[in-house]
């Protein structure tokens, strides 16, 4: 008969000493339980330090989603704040659109008005003592005539700082003499290409400022009478600058205008 062998298994013993009285226990553990043992703590570990590792990873990628959408938010606050104040400008410059439209209908209106009591002015009207059906004679004295012959509306009304009123002319028609006088002065300067300056009775001037070029007819030391053609225009809108002097000051034509109205 063969002989068996027999296989030599190592183990450690564990003695459980009790201190109540009771029976100790000893419990035997072989060496590759021992090593099961290891194993499983070593698995136990690497499985805890992936866990810890992704954690960490998600944490961190969730914290730089938080940041971009932070700045996100920021950026898109910022762009709701410009918005909004760019709409408030636009609502604060239509109202001033609005406002300045009106104030250009009213002017417009002002000067038609000026113009219509203009005209008005420059008929012959009855006087006291003149019967009814007999022509009364012009007033030649005062130079209350309008002094274009077609129509000009006044853009800008006289002032201290504006010493006259500004006539934008129309139809291309004719500059007259707003009253009988001499002619004193036809020349120019750098504003002005033509100023023709008349002397009148009583202390009276009018001066004729043409901002663009005019052909005048008259010449220094022609004697005019009130209608008499001073210059021809050559084109539409042409601004005629129309001053009164009395006495040295210069005065509103209009009140000329309404003295003989």
């Known amino acids: 008969m063969k002989q068996r062998k027999h296989k030599r298994k190592e183990s450690f013993s564990i003695l459980l000493i009790s201190n109540t009285g009771l029976s100790n226990k000893q419990i035997h553990i072989t060496r590759s339980i021992l ?8 698995l136990i570990c690497v499985v805890c330090g992936w866990l810890a590792y992704q954690y960490w990873s998600g944490y961190q990628n969730g914290a730089r989603r938080m ?5 996100s938010d920021a950026s898109s606050e910022e762009l709701l704040e410009k918005l909004a104040s760019q709409e408030e400008l636009v609502k604060q410059l239509e109202a001033e659109k609005t406002e300045l439209n009106d104030k250009n209908n009213a002017l417009t209106t002002e000067n038609k008005a000026l113009l219509e009591a ?3 002015s420059m008929g012959v009207g009855n006087e006291d003592g003149v019967q009814a059906g007999e022509e009364a004679e012009p007033d030649v004295i005062v130079p209350g005539l309008y002094p274009y012959s077609e129509q000009g509306d006044i853009s800008v009304k006289y ?4 010493p006259y009123v500004s006539i ?3 139809n291309a028609g004719n500059v007259i003499a707003s009253g009988d ?3 004193v002065s036809v020349g120019s300067d750098d504003t002005y290409p ?8 009583s202390g009276y001037k009018t001066r004729y400022m043409f901002l663009q070029e005019a052909e005048s007819l008259q010449t220094e030391g022609a ?6 053609i001073l210059a021809t225009l050559g084109a539409n809108n042409i601004q005629l600058d129309y001053q009164v002097i009395h006495e040295g000051e210069p005065i509103d034509p209009l009140d000329v205008f309404e003295a003989k109205g």
């Open 35 to 42: 090593r099961g043992f290891f194993v499983l703590i070593l």
């Open 181 to 183: 006088g001499t002619v």
């Open 223 to 228: 004697q005019v009478q009130a209608g008499d």
């Open 168 to 170: 934008n002319t129309q």
């Open 118 to 120: 203009a005209k008005t």
């Open 67 to 71: 940041g971009v959408k932070g700045q």
């Open 159 to 162: 002032a201290q700082d504006h």
């Open 194 to 201: 033509l100023i023709i300056e008349i002397e009148h009775e």
